[in-house]
């Protein structure tokens, strides 16, 4: 009703009533309103309210940080313009390709405030915008010029203005605009500032394009940043569902269920030299579900540290710890944005290391065990009538799913599907066959080790566990939208 309202009766009703009616542009209204922006989904011209800040799309779907064609509307092309300003201290945001339709024509840019929704970055006045399609450079014209590479999915596309470098072409109302492929810069161009300033743009032209956005980033400025973002990548052995940004994780998954877990796992195990770790929870995202602990190398990916056998960890949105179990124990204190969590191992007097700095074995005759993933396989294909019997099936499950509920209630924020509760179950008995199974063939430990725990630099308190043949790996784990920590592998180091 209130689109039939001419905007002068808005300013007539303040004037005699001192209130203003709810416009149009509530989010409320259009169910896309979020606390934890950019968690919001948008089918229609929308704008969601962040802080003081607006975005706007068009023919725009936007899940999490994942943007993608309205499959809905197919009679234009979809553009997104960001909440904020490119400024001096987000100077620089990406997109990854995830998926191209038929045309293929992304594209990336900066605009003005008030940029039409229906013409992509480049097209109109006051907007830049590199193309993924052609590689070419679109300046407030519908003509673009050579420019750069093509772009396909899997690539890295970044736009960014260099404030510190002001090119000899720029006067005072022009800044150097630069565009890079993943991650090295393709060229450069002199853009006006338009009054309201430039915003980070997005354009998706067709069906099947999708995108993952990475805003308020900071470009780099000489090749000694570019040297550290590669030493932090390679300290990862996995990273599942998490973004690597300097020394930030960042969770991209869907944050929906008990599966969309991000696990970032170190490339190498704690040792007597180095035997601690530690994060800083940056952003605890809409639900918190931030761990940080330890785990064998081969740990499931899509689980939580200290879900499974072998592993241990303290969580920070309920302060339990857990150790091997989906049912954890009262341990310290919740923990909360700036907070520090640190872990680590106190090693026995005799302790002596018997893997190498990757978590390979250095005993010779030691057979590996086989993994879960690997075990269903082998049995099907091998016969291993010297093996212990597994339990008889009926108490089994009811074993597991008497567990399933207690930790079930604990998290009733998650939603779950059956088929997923199925899965967990099933990696619980993997987990229990692959035991009896190392049992039969070769010890699975070594040996005893106390791990603790931290908050803010005071320690929360200890637990006694095995420590896996290979060593524990320093492990974290994130699992709702918007989740942020900031890791520091050696903190003992200097």
Same mark, same amino acid.
């Given at each position: 009703?209130?689109?039939?309202?001419?905007?002068?009766?808005?300013?007539?009703?303040?004037?005699?009533?001192?209130?203003?009616?709810?416009?149009?542009?509530?989010?409320?209204?259009?169910?896309?309103?979020?606390?934890?922006?950019?968690?919001?989904?948008?089918?229609?011209?929308?704008?969601?309210?962040?802080?003081?800040?607006?975005?706007?799309?068009?023919r725009?779907?936007?899940? &999490?940080? #994942?943007?993608?064609?309205?499959? /809905?509307?197919? %009679?234009?092309? !979809?553009?997104? =313009?960001?909440?904020?300003?490119? *400024?001096?201290?987000?100077?620089?945001?990406?997109?990854?390709?995830?998926?191209?339709?038929?045309?293929?024509?992304?594209?990336?840019?900066?605009?003005?405030?008030?940029?039409?929704?229906?013409?992509?970055?480049?097209?109109?006045?006051?907007?830049?915008?590199?193309?993924?399609?052609?590689?070419?450079?679109?300046?407030?014209?519908?003509? &673009?010029? #050579?420019?750069?590479?093509?772009? /396909?999915?899997? %690539?890295?596309? !970044?736009?960014? =203005?260099?404030?510190e470098?002001? *090119?000899?072409?720029?006067?005072?109302?022009?800044?150097?605009?630069?565009?890079?492929?993943?991650?090295?810069?393709?060229?450069c161009?002199?853009?006006?500032?338009?009054?309201?300033?430039?915003?980070?743009?997005?354009?998706?032209?067709?069906?099947?394009?999708?995108?993952?956005?990475?805003?308020?980033?900071f470009?780099?400025?000489?090749?000694?940043?570019?040297?550290?973002?590669?030493?932090?990548?390679?300290?990862?052995l996995?990273?599942?569902?998490?973004?690597?940004?300097?020394?930030?994780?960042?969770?991209?998954?869907?944050?929906?269920?008990?599966?969309?877990?991000?696990?970032?796992?170190?490339?190498?195990?704690?040792?007597?030299?180095?035997?601690?770790?530690?994060?800083?929870?940056?952003?605890?995202?809409?639900?918190?579900?931030?761990?940080?602990?330890?785990?064998?190398?081969?740990?499931?990916?899509?689980?939580?540290?200290?879900?499974?056998?072998?592993?241990?960890?303290?969580?920070?949105?309920?302060?339990?710890?857990?150790?091997?179990?989906?049912?954890?124990?009262?341990?310290?204190?919740?923990?909360?944005?700036?907070?520090?969590?640190?872990?680590?191992?106190?090693?026995?007097?005799?302790?002596?290391?018997?893997?190498?700095?990757e978590?390979?074995?250095?005993?010779?005759?030691?057979?590996?065990?086989?993994?879960?993933?690997?075990?269903?396989?082998?049995?099907?294909?091998?016969?291993?009538?010297?093996?212990p019997?597994?339990?008889?099936?009926?108490?089994h499950?009811?074993?597991h799913?008497?567990?399933?509920?207690?930790?079930?209630?604990?998290?009733?924020?998650?939603?779950?599907?059956?088929?997923?509760?199925?899965?967990d179950?099933?990696d619980?008995?993997?987990?229990?066959?692959?035991?009896?199974?190392?049992?039969?063939?070769?010890?699975?430990?070594?040996?005893?080790?106390?791990?603790?725990?931290?908050?803010?630099?005071?320690?929360?308190?200890?637990?006694?566990?095995?420590?896996?043949?290979?060593?524990?790996?320093?492990?974290?784990?994130?699992?709702?939208?918007?989740?942020?920590?900031?890791?520091?592998?050696?903190?003992?180091?200097?």
């Amino acid at each position: 009703m209130l689109s039939c309202v001419h905007p002068n009766l808005f300013v007539l009703f303040k004037k005699l009533f001192r209130v203003t009616p709810p416009s149009d542009s509530d989010p409320d209204m259009y169910n896309n309103v979020s606390p934890a922006w950019p968690f919001v989904r948008h089918r229609h011209p929308a704008g969601s309210q962040v802080g003081n800040q607006k975005v706007r799309a068009e023919r725009i779907t936007i899940e &999490g940080d #994942v943007l993608s064609y309205s499959e /809905e509307e197919e %009679d234009g092309v !979809g553009v997104y =313009v960001g909440e904020m300003p490119i *400024s001096l201290e987000h100077s620089y945001f990406e997109i990854e390709i995830l998926d191209m339709g038929v045309e293929g024509a992304i594209s990336i840019g900066l605009c003005s405030a008030k940029y039409p929704l229906h013409k992509l970055p480049g097209w109109a006045a006051h907007s830049v915008g590199y193309h993924a399609d052609d590689g070419r450079l679109y300046k407030a014209c519908p003509r &673009g010029m #050579v420019f750069g590479p093509k772009c /396909e999915a899997g %690539d890295r596309m !970044g736009c960014g =203005v260099k404030f510190e470098q002001p *090119s000899p072409e720029c006067d005072a109302y022009s800044v150097p605009v630069f565009f890079t492929k993943n991650g090295k810069e393709v060229g450069c161009v002199v853009v006006r500032v338009p009054a309201s300033g430039l915003y980070p743009c997005v354009g998706l032209a067709a069906a099947g394009d999708a995108v993952r956005l990475t805003p308020h980033l900071f470009w780099p400025p000489d090749e000694d940043t570019h040297m550290s973002v590669d030493s932090m990548e390679e300290e990862w052995l996995r990273l599942h569902d998490i973004r690597l940004n300097g020394q930030m994780l960042e969770y991209c998954g869907r944050g929906k269920s008990l599966v969309d877990v991000g696990l970032a796992q170190a490339r190498t195990p704690l040792n007597t030299t180095s035997h601690y770790f530690e994060m800083e929870i940056v952003d605890p995202g809409r639900s918190g579900y931030i761990t940080i602990g330890l785990t064998k190398k081969k740990y499931p990916k899509n689980r939580h540290p200290g879900w499974n056998r072998g592993s241990i960890a303290y969580h920070a949105d309920d302060g339990r710890v857990f150790a091997g179990s989906t049912v954890g124990s009262l341990f310290g204190p919740r923990c909360h944005k700036g907070d520090v969590m640190g872990c680590g191992i106190i090693f026995p007097r005799d302790y002596v290391c018997n893997y190498d700095s990757e978590g390979g074995s250095m005993e010779e005759e030691s057979p590996e065990p086989l993994e879960c993933d690997d075990l269903l396989e082998h049995l099907l294909q091998y016969q291993q009538p010297m093996a212990p019997a597994l339990p008889p099936p009926a108490a089994h499950l009811h074993h597991h799913h008497h567990h399933w509920h207690r930790h079930h209630h604990r998290h009733n924020h998650i939603l779950t599907t059956d088929s997923e509760e199925d899965d967990d179950e099933d990696d619980d008995d993997d987990d229990d066959e692959e035991d009896s199974l190392e049992r039969g063939r070769c010890p699975a430990v070594a040996g005893k080790v106390q791990v603790f725990f931290t908050r803010n630099g005071h320690m929360i308190g200890r637990r006694e566990v095995d420590l896996p043949r290979g060593g524990f790996f320093p492990s974290i784990s994130l699992g709702s939208v918007n989740e942020k920590v900031r890791v520091d592998l050696r903190p003992l180091t200097g």
